[in-house]
């Protein structure tokens, strides 16, 4: 008797939170969703539309802004994974070495990214600008002063290193942690057999770190989807230079609010629904590959 | 005694005042406008109209001149807590308000004053379907060269009468360590005005834009080209790696004096004379290669009243006093833009000198005329001259993908 009444009144309290969760999340979705189906008249809503809005974003002029941007997306994605999350190993396992300070240390690493990536973003301008910018006079002499986000080659690969200025105390305080779970007993039976440090990081301590690292990499992977604050901060809603900083966020913004076109609900609907099935699905693959090798 | 007399005072005052104001609330009008920009200026202005008007009380607010604006009018014009009257942009963003039936047309019996406006004006104002007006003009901005006096004395420099002066001009103060010409293209909107600046009058004016209307020009015409081509040919002018060069960074070479001349919207007449006070400001209109320059202009905003307003009689009475001499003169006078009312004089000096340019040499600024489709072909062409400006495409190339751009939608 109790097991069944309890497992019954169990589900009882998830109902607040369910209520929550779809007043919330689900009808939102569910509207955008709807609202993808329809032809619209500025916000009016006009007769139903069937795929059209789909259709629109396969349409000539609109996917060659989507493919683009996509692709600047997937690089953001390959240059956190490489930077940032590489770095923010690096620093865990030397944090993990340090005896006095590492709180310090490790606070003032995770810093940044308590601050606004619109702060972020506006700051970093001021210091690239290649007019008045610090970056570059101090690089002058060097011969190596660059527009370097007014530069279609330098643009991106400076909105990485900006990102991983911002973001590479997350990584580093996932792995420190993951580190910390890793016994010590492990390391000092391989050095007893004689192991050098290198061997017990990259036979032993690795290994250990896989769960920690697909952790790392499926937030890696929504975070630059999902990426918009800072780049509009540093290339505006075009995404320049030449659209070269241009992602999927930028071209959903424009599309939205900045295009003046009747259509733009029915059209950003669609495009919004794209990206939540296309971050999402991919999302759920890159968790069943990476939980497995796991 | 006296504790009594004070409890009863109080009780006086208090059961007195919800009375008052509901008699005042049921004796005035309130008609709510939305816009955006300073709202000083709005109170100040309509002001005014409460002097001349008692039973009227107008109640302004202003949102950040940001895309935002555009949601949250679309947002309160949708629901019932719309303004009576609100700043509408102009041309195609008007459009989505226009066919989800939030605005009421305006005509020349409820608004006289509309008669009189330019047509070319009115036309920002106008659904595009139905040829309808929807608002009523409230600014005109113009395009041209802004430039420091004191920067032009010291290199002994005048206002150029031709092309080949201008280029002299520019390179002597190049030679000086001045940048000529303050310019960003980074922030890509900047390009398209730029590039109308020093060539409208190269393409000739609204006499190209309409034969491109009428499909019998593209802007693949040899002589747009040429005139965009003046980007790459005043390259040399600009400051260096123009293209990673802000909208903000080309603002403060100006007003820091270390660039004489700034192409860009009469708006930047009043950021300079707030944020550089000590420079005295000029404005000229730069000469095309073939002679005289032109000076593009285009409606900034309007006044739309709200189809659902409760107070019709009034907003209409009110959007009729906006299209007045009257509060053209007020608008000219607070804001220090051109008001789009016509026959209104601007009092400040410079203003003067452009409203005398801009009657014998003004064009339509031809982006505007073409913002329309997703994305528009504003947003295209722009990035297409960042990329002329990096030297990835050419000045022909360019104008390739404004034609097939427009191509979708005209």
Known sequence: MALGARRGSSYLFLIPALLLYSAFVVYPLFTGLTYSFFSWKGTLRDGFAGVDNYAGLLSGTFLDQLLPALGHNFLLFAGTMLVQNTLGLAFAVALSRVRRGKRALQTMFALPYLVNPLVIGYLWTLLLSPTFGPVNSLLKPLGLAMPWLGDPQTALPTVIVITTWQWVGFPMLLFSAALSGIPPEYGEAARTDGAGSWQVFWRITLPLLKPAMATVTILSFIGSMGTFALVYALGGSNGAPAGATDVLGLLFYRTAFASGDVNALGTSSALAVFMFTFIFGSTLLLERVLRRKA | ?410
């Open chain 2, 1 to 410: 005694m006296r504790l009594a007399a004070v409890v009863a005072l109080a009780i006086a005052v208090t059961a007195c005042a919800p009375s008052a104001t509901t008699r005042a609330a049921q004796d005035k009008v309130t008609l709510s406008v939305w816009g955006w920009g300073p709202e000083a200026n709005y109170d100040k202005m309509f002001a005014e109209y409460e002097k001349l008007n008692p039973g009227i009380d107008v109640d302004a607010r202003s949102f950040t001149t940001s895309t935002e604006y555009d949601t949250i009018l679309s947002t309160g014009l949708a629901g019932d807590s719309g303004p009576d009257l609100a700043w509408l942009r102009a041309g195609p963003q008007l459009q989505p308000l226009v066919e989800a039936g939030r605005l009421l047309p305006l005509d020349a019996e409820d608004v006289p004053g509309l008669a009189d406006f330019d047509a070319g004006v009115l036309r920002a104002a106008t659904g595009d379907k139905d040829g309808k007006v929807y608002g009523v003009p409230f600014a005109v901005q113009t395009l041209q060269v802004v430039y420091n006096k004191k920067i032009f004395a010291a290199h002994g420099l005048t206002p150029p009468k031709t092309y080949d002066e201008m280029i002299a001009a520019a390179g002597k103060l190049k030679a000086g360590g001045v940048v000529p010409f303050a310019f960003g293209g980074k922030d890509d909107w900047m390009l398209p005005i730029v590039a109308s600046i020093f060539g409208t009058a190269q393409w000739g004016g609204d006499e190209f834009i309409a034969a491109v209307k009428a499909k019998e020009k593209k802007f693949a015409d040899p002589r747009f080209v040429a005139g965009i081509d003046q980007l790459n040919k005043l390259k040399p002018y600009f400051p260096e790696n123009v293209a990673g060069v802000s909208y903000t960074d080309a603002q403060i070479l100006f007003s820091s004096g270390k660039a004489a001349m700034f192409p860009g919207g009469l708006w930047e007449l009043n950021f300079f004379t707030e944020n550089a006070k000590d420079i005295e400001l000029g404005v000229f209109t730069p000469p095309a290669p073939e002679g005289q320059g032109l000076m593009p202009g285009f409606t900034d905003g309007s006044y739309g009243v709200n189809v659902k307003t409760r107070h019709k009689a009034e907003a209409l009475k009110f959007a009729a006093w906006l299209a007045s001499k009257d509060y053209g003169r007020l608008y000219t006078d607070t804001v220090r833009t051109f008001s789009a009312v016509p026959g209104v004089t601007p009092k400040d000096p410079l203003l003067g000198e452009v409203a005398t340019t801009f009657d014998q040499h003004g064009a339509a600024y031809f982006m505007n005329e073409f913002a329309y489709g997703n994305p528009s072909s504003a947003a295209v062409f722009s990035k297409a001259l960042q990329e002329m400006l990096l030297g990835r495409i050419t000045a022909g190339e360019a104008a390739q993908r404004l034609d097939q751009s427009v191509s979708t939608w005209l």
